[in-house]
C-alpha cells in the first residue's frame, strides 16, 4: 500500500495560483473592467468572436469577485462596528446613574416611564433624565416646606419645562402628566394640568408664547387650577407650530 505523502509547505502549484490571483487583483481596475462590460453590452450579439466572448466572460468575472470581496469586507465591517457599539453601550449603561432610586417618592409613579426613557438609550437621554431629576428633587423641596406656597411650587415647575424644553423624548408629554397627576394627589385646593395634555392650543387654557400655529410644541408652564370651582388661575405657556 502506498502512504499518503503530506507535504507541511502546501502544494507549490497551488501557492503560486493564490499568488497569481493576489497579484490579478491588485492590478485590477474596476473602472476599467466596467467599461469593458458596458463595451460588450452594446456590441450586438452577431458582432462577436471567440476572443469578444472570453473577454466578455473574464471581465464579468472579475467584476463579480470584486463583488465578493467587498461584500464580505462589508460584513466584516459592520460585524466590528456592532461589537463596537455594544461594547460602548455596555460602558455607557455600568456608568450611569440609578434614576429610579433618585425619583423622589412622591414622584415615584414615574417610574416606569424612566425606565423606558432608558431602555430607548438615544440622544440626549441621559441628560434629559439627568435634568428631570434634579428638577424634580427641587420641587419635592418645596413639597415639604412646613409654610406651602403654590406660587414657589408653580414657579419651580415652570423652571423645569424652561430647562427641559430643548429636548425630543418620546415619553415627554407622559412624563408631564405624570407629574401633574403625582402634585395633585399632594397638594389641596389646587389642580395642576400639563400643558401638553391637548396636542392644540385651547384658548380657555393655554397661552401662545411663540409660534404662529395651533399645534402645540412644547409647553412651558403649567395651568393651574381652583380644585373646587376649575376657574383657570395661570394660563399654560406653550409654544406651537
Known sequence: MNKLRINPGGDKRNQNQGSEIEQKRQNF?????????????????????????????????????????????????????????????????????????????????LSPLISEVIEDGVGNNTKFLTTLIDELNNIDEELKKEVF?????????????????????TQQKYIYRSIAKSLNQNVSGYSLVSPEDGNFVDLKFHKTISGSGQRISRGLSYILLDADTEEVLKFGNVKTI
Open 29 to 109: 481596475n474596476p473602472e476599467e473592467n466596467n467599461d469593458t462590460i458596458q463595451y460588450f453590452l452594446g456590441k450586438n450579439s452577431t458582432e462577436f468572436a471567440i476572443e469578444d466572448l472570453k473577454k466578455f466572460q473574464l471581465a464579468n468575472q472579475k467584476n463579480t469577485d470584486l463583488f465578493i470581496s467587498n461584500s464580505n469586507k462589508v460584513i466584516d465591517k459592520l460585524f466590528s462596528i456592532s461589537k463596537s457599539l455594544v461594547e460602548r453601550n455596555k460602558e455607557v449603561n455600568e456608568n450611569r446613574p440609578d434614576f429610579i432610586a433618585l425619583l423622589p417618592e412622591a414622584f415615584i409613579e
Open 149 to 169: 406656597s403654590i406660587e414657589n411650587l408653580y414657579s419651580r415647575l415652570s423652571e423645569m419645562l424652561q430647562n427641559l424644553q430643548e429636548y425630543n423624548i
